[in-house]
C-alpha cells in the first residue's frame, strides 16, 4: 500500500506579515518547550525555549506564549521573511528533564 | 566551534549489511540523543545518553540497533543487520542540562 506519512498542518503567510504557529500539548508534567524550526535537507535549529514559571518570552522577531491552563504553546514571528519558510516543531519536556518529545510540526510558507 | 557533526550525510547499503553512524558532540555539552526523523513517524527519540550513560534506549526499534559512547565527545549508532525500514534521516543533538539541543545535520539512510 501506499505510504500515507504525517499530515502537516500548513500555513501562507504573506512576507512581512506576521505569523503564529500553535501548538496543543498533552503533559501537564511538562515544564520545558521549546521551539525549533528546520529547513529542507538540514537539521532542526533552535529557536527559543521557554519554561513553565513564565508565559511570555521574547527574541529576535520572535515570542513564544505559554498558556499552562489550556495548555498550549505558541510561536510568533513578526515581520515574517522569505528564509523563514520551514517546518516548526514544538517541543516539551514531558517533566523528564532533558528528555524531549517533538510535536508532528507546522510547514510555514512565506509567500514573496 | 563547529557544533554537532555528523558522518556520512548519506549512505546507502543493501539489506542485510552493517551502518554505523557517527556524531561528535559540541565540547562541554553533557549529554547525547540520536533521533530518527521519517515521513511516517516524524521525528522519534531512539536514545539519550548523559555524561556518557546511556539513560533512556526505550526508542531503539530492536536489538538490530545499538549506540555506544566511548568518549564524552564522541557517540556511534549502529545497525545490524539493516533492513528497508531503518531508511530514514538519522539525527544526532547534544546539550547542556535544561537548555535546547543542537542538532547535527543528519545522515539520510537508505537501505535497499
Known amino acids: 500500500g501506499e505510504n500515507v506519512g504525517l499530515h502537516l498542518p500548513t500555513l501562507s503567510v504573506q512576507e512581512g506579515d506576521n505569523s503564529i504557529i500553535n501548538c496543543a500539548y498533552s503533559?501537564?508534567?511538562?515544564?520545558?518547550f521549546i521551539w525549533y524550526k528546520q529547513e529542507s535537507g538540514k537539521g532542526p535549529q533552535f529557536i527559543i525555549d521557554?519554561?513553565?514559571?513564565?508565559d511570555k518570552r521574547q527574541g529576535q522577531r520572535v515570542t513564544v506564549l505559554l498558556n499552562k491552563t489550556v495548555k498550549h504553546l505558541s510561536l510568533q514571528i513578526a515581520a515574517t521573511q522569505p528564509g523563514d519558510s520551514a517546518v516548526y516543531f514544538c517541543?516539551?519536556?514531558?517533566?523528564?528533564?532533558?528528555?524531549?518529545?517533538f510535536g508532528t510540526g507546522t510547514r510555514l510558507t512565506i509567500i514573496p | 566551534d563547529a557544533g554537532v557533526i555528523q558522518s556520512p550525510r548519506h549512505e546507502v547499503t543493501e539489506m542485510g549489511q552493517e551502518v554505523t553512524l557517527r556524531c561528535k558532540l559540541i565540547?562541554?555539552?553533557?549529554?547525547l540523543f540520536w533521533y530518527r526523523q521519517t515521513m511516517m513517524r516524524g521525528l522519534e527519540l531512539l536514545i539519550y545518553?548523559?555524561?556518557?550513560?546511556?539513560?533512556?534506549d526505550s526508542g531503539m526499534p530492536e536489538d538490530r540497533f545499538s549506540a555506544k559512547m566511548p568518549n564524552a565527545s564522541f557517540s556511534t549508532l549502529k545497525i545490524q543487520p539493516s533492513e528497508p525500514r531503518d531508511s530514514a534521516v538519522y539525527f544526532c543533538?547534544?546539550?547542556?542540562?535544561?537548555?535546547?539541543?543542537?542538532f547535527g545535520s543528519g545522515t539520510r539512510l537508505t537501505v535497499v
Open positions: 543533538a547534544s546539550g547542556a542540562h535544561n537548555y535546547g539541543y543542537t
Open positions: 503533559n501537564s508534567a511538562s515544564d520545558y
Open positions: 521557554i519554561r513553565s514559571n513564565m
Open positions: 517541543a516539551e519536556n514531558r517533566g523528564r528533564g532533558e528528555k524531549l518529545t
Open positions: 565540547s562541554g555539552h553533557n549529554s
Open positions: 545518553f548523559n555524561n556518557n550513560v546511556p539513560i533512556d
